[in-house]
């Protein structure tokens, strides 16, 4: 790890960086490593400022860059604790958005038939938490309606309340 990383972890730029270095030379779990570190997950949260928005982008950039052995599972993870710890009234509305997305992606090939039930609720008990921490952010609103449309196409009859969240 550079000097950089070292004095300035959370940088956008320097965090890319990593990430091409790693995936050019094959070494998937060394980049996810050295992002884990860069970002100080295995810190407590009360030592830890937290990480931009722009830190998580990437993140979520060169997991999806890995191809094959690209883990959803992990993103969804990351985000989970991402979502849940921000506290940015601007950027927590965007980080429970790529939470979201990364659990759509677990969807990816197969389509949201080939999703198991829990997995299609844990999209939208998501989906519905991210609406009621940010009400007013519309990406979220569509992300609801998409989880929505994931348990409808598979059998589920929604119940009366999922409906009045939907219209809300």
Partial sequence: RSVGLRLSPRSPFLL????????????????????????????????????????WKVVFEAELACGESASMERLAALFERAAVSSASPWAGGAIWGLYGL?????????GPS????????QLWRVAVRAV?????????????LAAWETRAATGHTPDEEELVDLVE
């Fill in 102 to 110: 990364a659990l759509l992606l677990k969807f990816r090939g197969s």
């Fill in 132 to 144: 009621r921490r940010h009400p007013l952010w519309k990406p979220l609103w569509l992300l609801q």
């Fill in 16 to 55: 890319r960086v990593l990430a091409a270095v790693h995936l050019q030379r094959g070494t998937v779990a060394g980049l996810r490593r050295d992002l884990d570190a860069a970002l100080g997950l295995h810190r407590p949260p009360a030592l830890d400022a937290g990480a931009g928005l722009q830190a």
């Fill in 114 to 121: 080939g999703a198991s039930d829990r997995e299609r609720e």
